[in-house]
């Protein structure tokens, strides 16, 4: 079943892309051109967008340029000539190499590893974890077998762990309603710097936008009642004397949530950029010019973040699966068992 919008079906992500042509259709009518690509192109950002139509790229089919203001209406077709690296990248392993943790007709779950992306956004466009399932399952040419891979939710790229693809359009859609829905439950497991006071509790700061912060994307705790609402259940599993393995459960699904509500509990997160570190650390790494000194302040070049499991109801096998991913040696190395 095609996607909304397109002419061609699914987009292949395991074939380099070069020419992209898109059809507006009846909830595309009226809005300016900007935002049905907005809509259209979900895994660019809208400055990439904005780019792409300043710099000309984004005709209509009959060759004429177009604006970002543009009204569209039911039927255009629009033209997007994407630029290409300027030297062929080879993005794809020659084989499988993201290890499988659970596979059926329906679904399958890997172990993602940490400093993955999970689909194209901003400057990563290729090598992505989408890009990896494409060429596993995408068979274009050969449409009884051709499988189009569907995520069902998202981890940041620094962290490690499971993620959920589903290979079928009506599974997708009844799972990603229990996402929705919070009924999926989902397991972290994080190595923090010290050992929170209480060996297991309740986190429940509200989080917002940090109003002090010169990151955009940070967020804060709010401990006045501003905000959106964040419960985070945690338990200390094993700890030495600098930092703890922690098993995270949220409730909520807060931007960066599990990480703001432990660097609140003065309990940030191993190699964190972004919180219970300067600001300079981050800005920094974006450009790539971490000092010696702000390495070894971070220990591990990513955030100590893993998903270990989702639990979510397989509604073709009427059963709930618990879907798990091992403890990545970085971090288990950070907090050995048989610690305290």
């Known amino acids: 079943m095609p996607f909304p919008g397109k002419k061609n079906g699914p987009r292949d992500l395991?074939?380099?892309?070069?020419?992209?042509?898109?059809?507006?259709?009846?909830?595309?009518?009226?809005?300016?051109?900007?935002?049905?690509l907005a809509a259209l192109l979900h895994w660019r950002s809208r400055t990439s967008i904005r780019k792409l139509l300043q710099e000309g790229l984004v005709t209509l089919s009959d060759g004429r340029p177009v604006k970002a203001a543009r009204r569209m209406s039911y039927g255009d077709e629009i033209v997007i000539d994407i630029p290409q690296p300027p030297e062929p990248v080879d993005v794809f392993p020659d084989d499988w190499e993201v290890p499988v943790v659970y596979e059926d007709r329906f679904l399958v779950a890997v172990?993602?590893?940490?400093?993955?992306?999970?689909?194209?956004s901003g400057r990563r466009v290729h090598g992505t974890l989408i890009h990896m399932l494409h060429k596993r399952f995408r068979r274009p040419d050969d449409p009884a077998h051709d499988v189009v891979p569907r995520l069902l939710h998202r981890l940041d790229r620094e962290t490690s762990g499971v993620i959920a693809v589903g290979l079928d359009?009506?599974?997708?859609?009844?799972?990603?309603?229990?996402?929705?829905e919070r009924t999926v439950r989902k397991v972290y497991l994080a190595v923090v710097h010290g050992r929170p006071s209480e060996d297991e509790g309740w986190i429940d700061y509200s989080i917002g936008p940090d109003r002090r912060s010169p990151i955009r994307l940070k967020q804060e705790a709010r401990r006045d009642g501003t905000g959106q609402s964040a419960r985070t259940r945690y338990q200390v599993l094993r700890s030495n004397d600098r930092f703890s393995l922690v098993e995270l459960h949220p409730e909520t699904g807060r931007t960066h949530q599990l990480r703001v509500h432990m660097d609140a509990i003065g309990c940030p997160l191993v190699g964190d950029k972004v919180y219970?570190?300067?600001?300079?650390i981050f800005l920094n790494a974006l450009e790539?010019?971490?000092?010696?000194d702000q390495r070894s302040e971070l220990v591990l070049d990513r955030h100590a973040l893993h998903a270990a499991e989702l639990h979510l109801f397989h509604p073709r096998r009427e059963e709930r699966l618990r879907l798990h991913a091992p403890l990545p040696s970085d971090m288990a190395n950070l907090v050995p068992a048989g610690g305290d």
Do not use: I, W
Request: charged residues 40%.
């Open 111 to 120: 172990d993602k590893p940490a400093g993955l992306t999970v689909h194209p």
């Open 169 to 180: 359009d009506r599974f997708h859609g009844e799972v990603r309603a229990q996402f929705e």
């Open 288 to 292: 790539d010019r971490l000092t010696d």
């Open 14 to 36: 395991s074939r380099p892309l070069e020419r992209l042509e898109l059809r507006c259709d009846e909830r595309h009518d009226g809005l300016r051109l900007d935002q049905v």
């Open 276 to 280: 219970g570190v300067d600001a300079e």
